[in-house]
T-cell receptor, first 114, second 113 residues
Framework: AQSVTQLGSHVSVSEGALVLLRCNYS??????LFWYVQYPNQGLQLLLK??????LVKGINGFEAEFKKSETSFHLTKPSAHMSDAAEYFC????????????FGAGTQVVVTP | DSGVTQTPKHLITATGQRVTLRCSPR?????VYWYQQSLDQGLQFLIQ???????AKGNILERFSAQQFPDLHSELNLSSLELGDSALYFC????????????FGPGTRLTVL
């Protein structure tokens, strides 16, 4: 069975500081990996994903994530936080041999302070 | 705008009642997924349909059912509602298979009183 763990339910960062959100997965076979963002009162939007190839993936809004198989991790980073980055972030996995259902982590709420 | 529409946006009903949530996928997407987001259980996969057929089932209660119609829109039916069914219900659509992006609708917020 798969599981997704996001370290920290709330993260507070200063504007301009590094954003680092941690995600670890548990799976016998590396799954497809995703980061989604949810702004207040909205649906989820894909930030980036890893399926195959280069392990450092770049997404929208300046975010990137690195797949590390040895650490079963897919941490999300952004070098410089903007006020508009305040949102909830979800790491998700999908088995490569499935029809694509997503299993989500518990989410990390990001607060950006001036 | 993801291109996925969900109606209604809000729904308030009483325990024991039945409701239907509707989802229209992006044009051309054959897969529709339903997810439930609640404070205590987070985001959970409920069920997936592909071109009218059920493909995968998750933590969906027996009181819940879904279907996908020939025009590819989908409905999630929730019956004998309980207070604990209060949640945000999202649908997402996808073209292709696993690994492709799922586009999420804005959700239907269900409140059971």
């Amino acid at each position: 069975a798969q599981s997704v763990t996001q370290l920290g339910s709330h993260v507070s960062v200063s504007e301009g500081a590094l954003v680092l959100l941690r995600c670890n997965y548990s799976s016998s076979v590396p799954p497809y990996l995703f980061w989604y963002v949810q702004y207040p009162n909205q649906g989820l939007q894909l930030l980036l994903k890893y399926t195959t190839g280069a392990t450092l993936v770049k997404g929208i809004n300046g975010f990137e994530a690195e797949f590390k198989k040895s650490e079963t991790s897919f941490h999300l980073t952004k070098p410089s936080a903007h006020m508009s980055d305040a949102a909830e972030y979800f790491c998700a996995v999908s088995p490569t041999d499935s029809w694509g259902k997503l299993q989500f982590g518990a989410g990390t709420q990001v607060v950006v302070t001036p | 705008d993801s291109g996925v529409t969900q109606t209604p946006k809000h729904l308030i009903t009483a325990t024991g009642q039945r409701v239907t949530l509707r989802c229209s996928p992006r044009s051309g997407d054959l897969s529709v997924y339903w997810y439930q987001q609640s404070l205590d259980q987070g985001l959970q996969f409920l069920i997936q349909y592909y071109n009218g057929e059920e493909r995968a089932k998750g933590n969906i209660l027996e009181r819940f059912s879904a279907q996908q119609f020939p025009d590819l829109h989908s409905e999630l039916n929730l019956s004998s509602l309980e207070l604990g069914d209060s949640a945000l219900y999202f649908c997402a659509s996808q073209s292709g298979g696993a690994g492709n992006e799922q586009f999420f609708g804005p959700g239907t917020r269900l409140t059971v009183l």
